[in-house]
């Protein structure tokens, strides 16, 4: 989901963990230095912060290509770049094999097993319980509206990002969401036995010479997509480590959607998601799963988190331009 890309770690989820990776200092006593550096240089200075650089869809897939290939350093431990096992692709019909981690097979259907399979199914009853297919890798380019803030430096969304989809084997994808060049988010998905699950999530924050690269490891994997698909279905858990934390999630509408001037049926979900330990904070999302492309097509986030006592908000809103990537 996205990009569940949801965030803590958002689509599903979104968090950050702590650490400044090659800086090696502290982030809260950087962040007040380099405020009261602003304060001293002036608005020049501010708008160097503030301003971000988007990430065009031709950059996106070509960053997608070395990614797919295997040419791209790994996010992620154990992430996109190990592509051996990745299942098998049959080129004459355009759909790609591979195995969970209880040896079941899962498929990736072409885009026209896609529309024939959704245009089936005209009840929500044809969805609790069944098999999903795993999402199409590619770009995927979404209309973006929102902000993000560190005290004394708030900055806008790019109208625009990209979200890179690929799939890495044993039932597992990655999706690497690019808000800006000074803003990306990768996340680790794995096909378990309820559903979807989020098992690692990477968040790289940059403000003008200060970057908080960090990682989160959920243990166990976060439900982000059930397979059991009805109004009021609810469900939680927790997961341990040097950030841990709750969720509580629940399936609260059943309806359609215009993506790119197709209709297609999705299922709203809301996520109430506290962390503690390193981090601490709460995320809140809501997002539109569409299950017959295993895509989160529409996201809504806030998020309030603190590391090492500096506190990050933003709140963003996305909707998918179009439900099939670009290669």
Same mark, same amino acid.
């Given at each position: 989901?996205?990009e569940?890309e949801m965030?803590p770690g958002?689509?599903?989820l979104?968090?950050l963990r702590?650490?400044l ?6 982030w ?8 009261v550096?602003?304060?001293?240089s002036?608005?020049g200075?501010?708008r ?10 031709n950059?996106?897939?070509?960053l ?7 040419n791209a ?7 996109a770049?190990d592509r051996?096992?990745?299942g ?13 981690r209880?040896g079941?097979?899962?498929v990736?259907?072409?885009?026209s097993?896609?529309?024939?399979t959704?245009q089936?199914?005209?009840t929500a009853?044809? =969805?609790?319980?069944?098999?999903w +297919? ?5 770009v995927?380019? /979404?209309?973006? @509206? %929102?902000? &993000?803030e560190?005290p ?7 109208k625009?990002?990209?979200r890179?989809i ?7 994808w990655?999706? =690497?969401h690019?808000?800006?060049? +000074? ?7 794995n /096909?378990?036995n @309820? %559903?979807? &699950?989020?098992a690692?999530?990477r968040?790289k924050?940059?403000?003008?010479p200060?970057?908080n690269?960090?990682t989160?490891?959920f243990?166990?994997?976060?439900l982000?997509g059930p397979k059991?698909?009805?109004?009021g279905?609810?469900?939680g858990?927790?997961?341990?480590g040097?950030t ?9 509408e059943?309806?359609t ?11 709203g ?6 962390l503690h330990?390193k981090q601490e ?7 539109w799963l569409?299950p017959?492309y ?5 996201e ?6 603190e590391s090492?006592?500096t506190k990050y908000?933003?709140?963003?809103t996305?909707k998918?331009?179009s439900l099939?990537?670009?290669?």
């Open positions: 989901m996205n569940l965030y958002t689509h599903p979104r968090a702590n650490g990776h090659g800086l090696r200092i502290h809260k006593g950087a962040v007040a230095y380099f405020i550096v602003l304060l001293l002036g608005a200075a501010y160097w912060v503030t301003h971000v650089n988007p990430v065009d869809k950059t996106a897939i070509e997608f290509r070395a990614e797919r290939d295997g350093s790994a996010p992620v431990a154990g992430g770049s051996r096992g990745a098998r692709r049959d080129e004459v019909r355009g759909r790609r094999e591979t195995r969970t209880d079941s097979a899962v990736m259907a072409s885009h097993e896609r529309r024939q959704a089936q199914r005209t009853s044809s =969805h609790p319980n069944e098999k +297919e795993l999402p199409e890798e590619g995927y380019s /979404w209309a973006t @509206d %929102g902000y &993000e560190v004394g430096a708030r900055r806008e969304f790019p625009e990002s990209q890179i690929t799939v890495n084997g044993d039932g597992r990655t999706t =690497h690019y808000f800006s060049q +000074e803003h990306e988010i990768w996340t680790v998905f /096909w378990g @309820d %559903g979807a &699950e989020i690692q999530q968040n924050i940059t403000f003008g200060i970057t690269d960090s989160i490891d243990a166990p994997p976060m982000v059991h698909l009805e109004v279905y609810e469900w858990g927790t997961w341990e040097d841990h934390g709750d969720y509580s999630s629940k399936i609260v059943h309806t959607m215009d993506i790119g001037g197709e209709s297609v049926e999705v299922w979900m809301s996520y109430v998601i506290n330990g904070g709460q995320v809140n999302a809501q997002v569409a017959d295993s895509l989160t097509v529409q809504h986030y806030v998020q309030d988190v090492s006592g908000h933003a709140e963003w996305q998918l331009k099939h990537p670009e290669q």
